[in-house]
Every structure is written in C-alpha cells, then in structure tokens.
C-alpha cells in the first residue's frame, strides 16, 4: 500500500459493511441501457409502470397535464458512447435529456436531487459539479424552466426532478482491473404523474473525474447503500425505462431527502447546531434506517459534545444494520498497517463504535463474517494478505470486548477483487477500497 495514505483523515479506510446483492461495482457494469421491451428484458424487481403515490402536493394534477414523451422515445437504445472529458460528457447528456423530454413551452420548475457515486451512495467533487452544470445548461436555454432548490415547498408543486449518478466502470468488463471511464447515468421524472420522461447515458475519461467524497460522506461512520439510496439508483439506472414509474420507496421518501439535503449542505458550512437541528426534523420523514439521517445524528451529536445521544445514533446504525445481514461501519487504519489511525479524537470514537458493535451483536445471537478490502495498489498477495490481516485485527477486538463472540466471528480477506472505486490512488478518492465489512450469516 502507499504511503500517501496517511494524508489525510479520511484515507486509510476499513469498513464493516456487506455487499448489496445486484449493486452496481466497478467491473460488472452493464454500459448500455435499453428502454425498449423488445431490446432488452426488464429485471424481475423492474418496477410496474403504474402512476407513483403522490410526493408532497394535497391533490393530484390530472395526468394529462403530465409531459408525455413521444411513443418513438421508448423505443430508442441507449447506447454509451467513447469517453470524453467529464465536462463535455455532462453537457452533451444534458443536452439529449432535456431535448428527448421535449420541455420546451409549458412554465415548469425543475428540481435536481443532488447527484451520487452509484457505487457508495456518496455525493463527491464530481457529482456536485455534474449538478451545478446540469442547472446551468437549463438556465441557459430553457427559459420556461425555473431551477428551483430540493425543499418540501417545491415538491409540493410537482415540479421536474432530475436524478443522476456517475460510476466507475470498466469497457470491458474485468474483473479486478482499475476502471477505464466513469458512467454518467440522467433520468428526468414528472412527479405530476411520478413517471421517467427521459433518460441519457455517457461516459467521461478516468482522469477527468474525482470521486472524492464531500465532507459529510468523508467524515461519516458508515457508507450510505441504503434501501432509499437504492431507489434513487434504481429510478436512475437500467431498472427503469422511459414511461415507468420510478422506484416508490424513492418517491414516497423525498420530503425527508429534502430535508437530508439542508442538513448535509448545513454541515459542508460548519453549521453544525442547524444540521443537528434538521437532521432530527428528518428522522421523523424518513425511513427509520435511513443511514443519511443516522450518520447525520451520530456526527452532529458526537461534535457537540452530547455523548450519550451520539452513542444512540450509533446503536441505532449497529441495530439497522443487524437487522439487514451488514454492517456498512468504516474504521480508519494506518497506511499498510492493521492499527487504527491516531488523528484526533478518532480512537475515542473507534472505541464507542466496537462496544456497540460487540454488544448488540451479542444480544443479536447473530454470526458474522468479517471480510477485508484493500485498494487496487501494491501485488496482489500482499493485499490478500493485508486485507485479511485487517479483518483478524478487527476480530480480535471485538472478541475481547465480547467473549461471546470467540465462536460466531470469522474473518477472511479478498484483497481488491472487490473495490468500489478501484482507482488504485490510495488516497481520499479511493478510501472506501481499503475496508472491511460485517455479513451477518447464519450460524452453523
């Protein structure tokens, strides 16, 4: 592993975390999107195309009032072209999206959920400035198009809501190679009628993208692949074509990603009394293992100083996770080594994390497997080595901190065969390769 590493605190990066069945990893993913029925099949979890609960209006707008894309868009192949340079690729997808939605006349508003590394669930440098482009290009030549903040009040007028994320892929598909492009997927719902409008698909070149993450996904305890960050991905992605209805859990939850929004910008400008304050008003929307909200209560308790209600939030993530069969807990590690890293309060922190982790594990009577990560640098053997070396040191803490967990902890290590961003950097953009993650599996 390099020894730029330890640079920064986020670096050095170990997380207990599983795996989501069917997510999107660096290497597996498909680069081409076909909406039409006769190209490719739908997923067997592809959602129905049946009008989507309302968001946050009183009273439904008619259906007709809804923009309706023509019947030849659903029959249009999406194809990924050759990567350009990120900003090129960002405008020339936005370009297509919002001519193939045909927007044009009608006054609407027009609302970006911030954009997400499809891989983690994190916004990074590059997906904030994918937004920001994004909003320009409509500013700039749709005039009857008001861009408007993601708040409650502007969801109440059902506006246009424009979704999107960026992942590294691989051209060819292979398996424990660093990625050649990042895939930059835009999808385009009415929410009058809850329904996809248009979506376009491209792809930017490695070395023009940074996937590091913004402050509040840097400084979190966990990684955010929850159930209503998979909706958002699902909506996005191949799971739906032009004319579904996006994910429901997606929908149903975008008051409290509202919300989530505010806090998280909140907490990028130090405000942290005000992301507190929002984070709690979220908890109530959201879905009660929403790791965005978690994260959120966990980070601003700990940082003013109200301990006990950090702990809370904490076994609350410990609780969700369990609950789920993972555990997506990040832990940092000095660079190439299997000791934690000593910045700041860190190690304080660390050791309120094991405790919880030890003991509602115990109370949980659950079996884990631990499982360590390391990133795309160095041989091969040495990460296999370095990765389950981690796992083992993670067990072994664990275990004195419970002993009743010496005959239910396992732990194992696959080296980078399974990064998520796969770069190979070793520093904050490729942290999270450099994890290990709890599968909660049965007992034998």
Known sequence: MSQTEHRRRWQPT????????GCTTTGTTPLVATPAPAATPAPAARVAAAPAPQVAAPQAVP????????????????????????????ARAGRELLAQAQVGGERRSLVVDPLIDANTGAQTVSTARMGEQLEAIV????SNLQVQPLTRQTLATQPLLLIGTLTPVNVERAIDTKPDAFRVWLTLIDLRSGKVIAKQI??????????????????????????????????????TRIGDAADPDYLAHLPAAAVVNEAIMAYGEGKIPAAHRLYKEASVLADPGD????????????????KDEARDAFGKLVESGLELK????????????????????????????????????????????????????GSASVNERLSRQRA????????????SLSTRLTATGVGSREALVGLGTDDQRDALDRRVEFRVVDCV
Request: glycine letters at 4%; charged letters at 20%; a positive charge.
């Open 139 to 142: 500013k700039a030549k749709y």
């Open 63 to 90: 259906a007709a009032r809804a923009i309706t894309p023509p019947p030849a868009a659903a029959e249009r192949e999406f194809v990924a072209p050759a990567p350009i340079k990120f900003e090129d690729a960002v």
């Open 291 to 306: 790791l965005r909200v978690l994260n959120g209560l966990y980070l601003t308790s700990w940082q003013l100083g109200q």
């Open 392 to 403: 083992e040191a993670v067990q072994r803490m664990l275990e004195r901190s419970n002993r």
């Open 202 to 239: 491209d792809r930017a070149t490695v070395d023009s993208v940074n996937p590091e993450p913004l402050k509040y996904y840097a400084d979190s305890p966990t990684w955010h692949k929850d159930k209503t960050v998979l909706g958002y991905i699902n909506s996005c992605q191949i799971n």
């Open 14 to 21: 170990l997380i207990l975390a599983a795996l989501l069945a």
């Open 326 to 377: 993972r555990l997506p807990v990040k832990i940092l590690f000095q660079p190439g080594r299997t000791t934690f890293n000593q910045i700041g309060d860190l190690p304080q922190q660390y050791q309120v994390w094991l405790d919880a982790l030890a003991q509602q594990t115990g109370r949980a009577d659950a079996c884990v497997r631990i499982v360590g990560h390391t990133s795309r640098t």
